[in-house]
């Protein structure tokens, strides 16, 4: 992948694009899924959504915060092969720092696989972390967890980077690019219009 760089004034000239290390600089956020419940995955969205399988043994740890006030959990499960799948079940447990059970929601799909919603309330007199265990049994399944009420979840600190959308970079400052070969590239960010990264080198 390439960064192309448009600007409207003249503070660097070179032609065509810069290849750098897009690691170091727009890292892609990956979700993890920890099956470790001392180092759960920190949650990014409000929304938690994956595919079980038969007989699916997993059990997979989520972490976010609650509170102060309501916590809405809604659960939707849906077998994955229809009646073949039906009634599979996913079910959640939710603990506090100590890891006491605090509370636990658990659907199933219904008789012919078709999804299924629970919807479960709880309230938290001051803000609370939390973790959330997810476990499986039965059918295999496509399960979304979304989490409402008051809700904080870690956002990612460099969010996913599509190739051709265009990237939201400060309109002031200097951009330092180290390349591969150890040269250092800046970028006036006051001078640049447009910024986007493209798979390959677009064709002048």
Do not use: C, W
């Amino acid at each position: 992948m390439q960064l192309d760089l448009r600007k409207v004034g003249g503070y660097m000239k070179a032609p065509g694009t810069i290849v750098v290390l897009i690691l170091l600089l727009f890292p892609l956020f990956a979700t993890a899924q920890s099956k470790d419940k001392d180092k759960p995955t920190p949650i990014t969205s409000n929304q938690v959504s994956g595919v079980s399988k038969k007989q699916d043994t997993r059990e997979l740890y989520y972490s976010f915060t609650a509170g102060p006030g309501e916590l809405v959990v809604t659960l939707d499960v849906q077998g994955l092969s229809g009646r073949a799948d039906r009634e599979s079940l996913v079910r959640l447990t939710f603990y506090d720092q100590e890891f006491h059970e605090v509370g636990n929601v658990e659907r199933q799909s219904g008789l012919n696989g078709e999804s299924k919603r629970h919807i479960e309330k709880y309230n938290f007199p001051k803000e609370t972390p939390l973790v959330m265990r997810l476990t499986f049994e039965t059918g295999a399944s496509s399960y979304k967890v979304s989490l409402g009420g008051n809700v904080l979840v870690e956002q990612p600190a460099n969010p996913p980077v599509t190739p051709g959308e265009a990237l939201r970079l400060p309109k002031a400052g200097v951009l330092t690019i180290k390349m591969r070969d150890g040269s250092i590239r800046t970028i006036n960010l006051a001078e640049v219009q447009d910024a986007r990264i493209e798979a390959e080198s677009p064709k002048n």
